[in-house]
């Protein structure tokens, strides 16, 4: 791709698409928005790094009114390095070291959050996985582990399940049984907070967390993050004057390079300067209107698939059972997908690439109509296709 313009973006040889990709989140304002590109240049001319200056505290304030209990935020550029500071503020402050998340969920690729090769075997003992949607689960696994359990990290929508909310009472469930056993409740709002509601999923679900990580919508494009906290927890981090030595926190200082990075900065928050209520009721209506469109498409073709997610976020998945965990959406058809996903490419519609997609404000009823003509166009071609691959995908077969 080489330039971005609103809900649209061109490739190198003049194609014009529609973006739902947006960075996979951040551009909830869509590309090149004139306020922020200016917000930029006006600091970039200013600042760039390297000493406090008013943005940051501007952009903190900022934050708290969308997330009042954010009492105190420290940045840093991306959203794992985010994550893997909030687990180890509370494996400082609790003196434990082992994180219960949830199957299926992304926090980063930081060593104390992921799974893969080339992380060692003993930081790896200290994750338990917990299955999403299943309060029952959760409890047994939180009351046999309350006294080694450091913090519970849960993204309240999981992107590798497609963004589906879980029941609204597994929420209230896990604050409660975190609360009895007296275990930390980090939310991970990378991607939900700003963009499902104003305070993210703590403000949708009606859950207020210990603490929350911020990403991607909160640097408006560019990289920047944050976790926050109550003063008494983000207090580990401080450095506390005493009248002759400076008195260093546990965890005290926060170095990197980038975390005051002003540019970021400014362009986070110009753009929750406009994420006013007029503009989450029209990403709601035109984010309902396609998942109802593609849902009926499917339905009338005699297709079976999900279509899930929630807000400004969906996701279609080729599974004939509803995505409840990860394991669910691990069932459904990822080649159909792909299929799909290649075939709407070719037609001007930009898709999530294995991944669920992301509406921004400049969409209009107009963009959404000719996504749903696509998409119906592209799923009637599929049906041979889904008869070869996954015959039990089609109805009447």
């Keep these: 791709m080489k330039r971005g313009q609103g809900c649209r973006i061109w490739d190198v040889d003049g194609n014009e698409y529609i973006d739902y990709v947006n960075n996979y989140g951040p551009l909830i304002m869509g590309h090149n928005h004139p306020k922020v590109l200016e917000a930029v240049r006006q600091q970039v001319e200013d600042l760039w790094l390297g000493a406090p200056s008013e943005i940051e505290i501007r952009l903190a304030e900022k934050v708290q009114e969308f997330f009042p209990n954010a009492e105190r935020i420290l940045f840093c550029p991306t959203g794992a390095e985010a994550c893997m500071k909030a687990v180890r503020t509370y494996r400082a402050t609790t003196g434990k070291d082992k994180i219960a998340m949830f199957d299926g969920a992304f926090h980063g690729a930081s060593d104390s959050l992921f799974f893969s090769q080339g992380i060692p075997k003993d930081l790896l003992s200290k994750i338990n996985l917990m299955p999403f949607n299943d309060p029952e689960s959760v409890e047994r696994l939180v009351k046999a582990n309350k006294n080694e359990l450091a913090a519970v990290i849960v993204e309240p929508t999981i992107g590798n399940m497609g963004h589906q909310p879980a029941k609204r009472e597994f929420y209230k469930a896990l604050r409660e049984m975190t609360e009895e056993n007296d275990v930390p409740l980090i939310f991970d709002e990378i991607v939900d907070g700003f963009r499902i509601a104003p305070g993210g999923a703590q403000e949708r679900f009606g859950v207020k967390a210990d603490m929350v990580t911020l990403g991607k919508i909160l640097g408006g494009g560019f990289p920047l993050a944050a976790f926050a906290s109550s003063k008494e927890t983000m207090n580990v981090w401080s450095i506390r004057k005493s009248s002759s ?47 109802s469109g593609l849902e009926k498409a499917c339905s009338d073709l005699g297709i079976k698939a999900q279509v899930t997610g929630i807000g400004s976020i969906f996701h279609l998945q080729f599974t004939d059972e509803p995505i409840v965990n990860a394991d669910s959406s691990r069932r459904a058809n990822k080649l159909l997908y792909r299929i799909f996903e290649l075939s709407m490419l070719n037609k001007g519609i930009n898709l999530g690439k294995s991944h669920s997609s992301f509406l921004s404000e400049p969409m209009t009823e107009s963009e959404i109509k000719r996504t749903l003509k696509a998409a119906e166009e592209t799923l009637a071609a599929m049906k041979p296709m889904i008869k070869d691959i996954a015959p039990a995908l089609l109805t009447g077969l």
């Design 245 to 291: 030595l400076d008195i260093v926190g546990p965890l005290a200082p926060h170095p990197g390079t980038y975390n005051d990075f002003k540019v970021s900065m400014a362009a986070g928050l110009s753009t929750l300067n406009q994420l006013t209520p007029s503009v989450y009721k029209h990403l709601e209506k035109i984010g309902g209107d396609l998942r």
